[in-house]
Structure formats: C-alpha cells, structure tokens
C-alpha cells in the first residue's frame, strides 16, 4: 500500500498563458483513469528551478519566442536525462513555412509556400495570402494572378501586418462527392494515432463546418475509419518530417493525394461540455464519443507511474533566463 501511495500517474501539459483553455475539461476527463493533470504556462516554468516527476506535453511552439524556445529545448534535454516521457521537442520545431517548404521538397505535399519578405513569388495559381505566426488565419480570397497578388500583399501591409508574416500558399483541395469542401484531421500522441472529426463547409477554407453539407454515407464512413484508417501511414509519416509526438495535423484530400496543411502544437480538444458529443447524426455522435474514449486511451499509454518527487531543472547558481 505505501509503495502506490509513494507514486502517481502524472501529465504536465505546457502552453503560453493565454492559450491554456484548449486542455481544460482534460483534468477531469483523465481523473477516472488514475491520471492528475497539472497545467502549466511556459512564463511560469521556463524560469523555474525544479518541476515535478511526471510525463511532459510541450505545446504552442508558434507562440515562443526563439529564446524561449531554446530554453525550453534545454529543459526538454533535462527531463529525457531524468527518464521522462516528454512529448514534442522544442529543438526539432519548424514554424509553419519552414513545415509546408519542407513537405513539398520531400515530396509528402505537392504544393507550395511563397514568402514575399525573401522575395518569393507564386509560379502557380490560384494562392491565398495568410499570417504565418499565431494561428491568425487567412487575409485574402483566393487569387488568381499576380496583380491580384500584389493588391492583396498591400492590402494587408496597410492594415499593419509585417511582410517577414505573410506567405502565399498554393491552394490545394478538391470538393468531396457532396461538392462541399472538407478539412481531415488527426491526432498524434505519442506512436497513438487517432482520427478527428472531418470538417465539412461549402467555403473553400473549411474551418468550423456547417450543418447539412455532409451527407449520411460520408458520416458512416467517418465512423468505420476509427477501426480501420487510411490515412495513419500519412499522418505518422508528416509528425515525423516535423519532429513532432503530439497536436493534429489538418490536411486535405486532393487528386494528387493526401496533402498536409498545418500541424496544431496545441489543439483545442473539447470543452467538456455534457452536450459537446451530441450530434443530430447518430454516427456522427458514435464518431465523437469514440474519438474522446481513443485519446483517453492514448494518453493513459503514455503515463506510466513515477515516484512523487521533483526535477532540479538548473542550478541555483545559474542566471534565471529572460524570456
């Protein structure tokens, strides 16, 4: 009895201060599990001097800094040293044009990524202009030639966006059967892959999705491919390009294949809410609640017990590092 009163099933899960909202309902959804979830936020624990024992989720590397995220890259070594688990490596963390570059140079992706700020300029049509850094989204339709371009490259500049933070995506995505657009997504955590929900919108940038546009054999469909995925081979083989153990990977489905949009470092998952996997569709609802039942379990795997206790994550005679 002392021996498993002296160890505990323990998940940190590291974000920015202002975007810790998006694993709230996850303390209580992992407590039946034996699992404690502790939420910490980078300005808090890249200054300190210890941190418990436990298994580590580092997210929301767009929103740090470099230095901040070389700090956390040396805790990162610190904590694999001590025999931690530890999920995503800041060290190995490409920001979103340097991803979307290099899964079209390895050919995972067929399209590209323009960077006006290096002098780079679309070659194929139609592009969207869109913030890089932040999650901040797309500020433009699409275009369809350079003139329209340009307009919209000096629309955004006069509104105050900074050139180093735009890019021209190719766009890249063909209407499913229905005509509609759709928007996959998967989670990785850890060697776990689990399927999100597909998005499906009549917009051509599908986001939150609209009721009605899905048919019935499409959410049928959704639910079978939680036993059997097509895409995992896909989805592991972009988180590996990325050097990433964890957030969701957007992609779209094109002629040319699976094409991979963005990997989330830290992904809104669920509120919590008692009505959150209601759904006027039957299996759009099973498809939700074994979605939820699925990362419970992938997180479970990766939480094995530890003795109570804490990490020194420097030496007190070190400087505290600004950050």
Partial sequence: ??????????????????????????????????????????????????????????????RLSVSELQVAGELFQTLVAAGMTVLNDPRQFRPR????????????????????AAGEWPDRFPVFLRTLAGHRGVLSELLHDGTACQQALEAALAQGFTLSDLAFITFAATPSATGAFQKHAAY???????????????????????????????????????????????VHRV???AGS????????????????YEINTNPHMGSGAPDELMHPNADRSATMQRIRRDLIEAFG??????PRGWIRLRDQRRPVPRV
């Fill in 97 to 116: 044009a340097f991803l979307l570059k290099q899964l079209q140079h390895s050919g995972i992706n067929t399209f590209g990524c323009h960077l006006p």
């Fill in 188 to 234: 990785r955590i850890g060697d776990r892959i689990v399927r999100a929900v597909t998005v499906n919108q009549r917009h051509w940038m599908a986001k939150v999705g609209e009721l009605g546009v899905a048919s019935e054999a499409q959410y049928r469909e959704e639910l079978t491919e939680m036993d059997h995925y097509p895409h995992a081979a896909f």
């Fill in 1 to 62: 009895m002392q021996a498993s009163v002296n160890r505990v099933r323990r998940l940190i899960y590291v974000t920015t201060r202002d975007h810790a909202y998006t694993f709230q309902a996850w303390p209580a959804l992992l407590a039946p599990t034996g699992i404690e979830v502790q939420r910490f936020c980078y300005e808090q624990w890249l200054p300190a001097a210890r941190t418990p024992v436990g298994t580590y989720v580092l997210t929301d590397f767009d």
């Fill in 301 to 306: 795997a990766q939480v094995p017990p530890h």
């Fill in 245 to 260: 153990t964890f957030g969701r990977l957007d992609f779209g489905l094109t002629d040319a294949g699976p094409q991979a």
């Fill in 239 to 241: 988180f590996d390009a």
